[in-house]
C-alpha cells in the first residue's frame, strides 16, 4: 500500500499502448541510425489485464437514485458502506440491477470467452465524505468486480488507481516516468464518469484517491461469481455450481 501511495505522488496521464508503442519505435529507430548491432527486436504481449467501462444511463432513475443515497451508511475503516451489502436484492433497484448483469453478460462472452454465466452475489452503496479516499484493496470470493457511478460526481473526480501487483516485492524496479507503457507501469489509473460502469477482475489491487471537493462521492460496488458446469462428466471434473 505504502508503494502504491509513492507511485500516485508522480503519476503521469493513463497509459495507453499506441502512444507508447510509438515512443518504442522512435527509440528503436534511432539506435539503429546510430550504427547499433541490433538489427531486429520486437515487443508483443503474453497476457492482458481488462477493464470494461458501459454507460448505464438507461438503466439508472431518479427513484432510485434516491433510494440509494438514502441507505443507512456504516463506518468502513475511513469512508462509509451501505449497511445492507446486497442492495441489488432490493425490489426498488430492480432496474439498474438488470443493466448490470446485462454487462456482466457481455463481459463473461466478449472478455473472458466462456459460456457459463457471470452473476452478481454482493453489491453495496458508498459514501467518501470530502477528503476521504478508499484503501488499498481487492476483492476476495469473487471473479469480476465492478463500481457503478449512479448520481453526479463532485468536482475534481477522484481518480480509481490499480496496482498490477498483488503479492510482496523485495525488489522494486519502476521505469521512469517517460519510459511507462503498458508492458512495465506498475499502476495505472481511470477517472470515472457519471452513469459510467466499470468492470475488472476481482484479485487486482486497487484504491480511490482523496475526495478533493466540498460534496460527497458516491457509488455502488459489486462482487460476482461464475454460474453453470465446469470441467467434464466422463473425466471425472464436472462441477454444476
Known amino acids: 500500500m505504502l508503494r502504491l501511495r509513492r507511485c500516485l505522488r508522480t503519476f503521469p496521464e493513463p497509459i495507453h499502448s499506441c502512444k507508447n508503442h510509438q515512443l518504442f519505435s522512435a527509440r528503436f529507430t534511432k539506435s539503429r541510425k546510430l550504427g547499433m548491432p541490433l538489427e531486429k527486436f520486437e515487443i508483443q504481449p503474453l497476457f492482458a489485464t481488462p477493464y470494461a467501462k458501459a454507460d448505464l444511463g438507461y438503466g439508472i432513475t431518479p427513484d432510485q437514485i434516491k433510494y440509494v443515497q438514502n441507505l443507512k451508511m456504516v463506518k468502513n475503516q475511513a469512508n462509509l458502506i451501505s449497511e445492507n451489502l446486497y442492495i441489488f436484492e432490493e425490489p426498488e433497484l430492480k432496474v439498474m440491477a438488470e443493466a448490470v448483469q446485462e454487462a456482466l453478460n457481455r463481459y463473461s462472452r466478449e472478455v473472458m470467452g466462456i459460456s457459463q454465466k457471470i452473476v452478481i452475489t454482493q453489491s453495496w452503496g458508498l459514501m467518501n465524505p470530502p477528503n476521504v479516499g478508499m484503501h488499498a484493496h481487492a476483492h476476495s470470493n469473487s471473479i469480476v468486480s465492478g463500481s457503478l457511478y449512479y448520481c453526479e460526481l463532485p468536482d475534481p473526480v477522484s481518480r480509481v488507481f490499480f496496482d498490477r501487483h498483488t503479492m510482496y516485492r523485495q525488489i522494486e524496479l519502476n521505469p521512469e516516468d517517460s519510459r511507462r507503457n503498458l508492458y512495465n507501469s506498475p499502476v495505472n489509473m481511470i477517472t470515472p464518469k457519471v452513469n459510467e460502469l466499470f468492470m475488472f477482475p476481482s484479485d487486482i489491487n486497487h ?35
Open 207 to 241: 484504491m480511490i484517491e482523496a475526495n478533493g471537493s466540498s460534496e460527497p462521492r458516491r457509488a455502488i460496488a459489486f462482487n460476482s461469481f461464475v454460474k453453470g458446469r465446469f470441467g467434464n462428466y466422463r473425466d471425472v471434473s464436472e462441477l454444476k455450481i
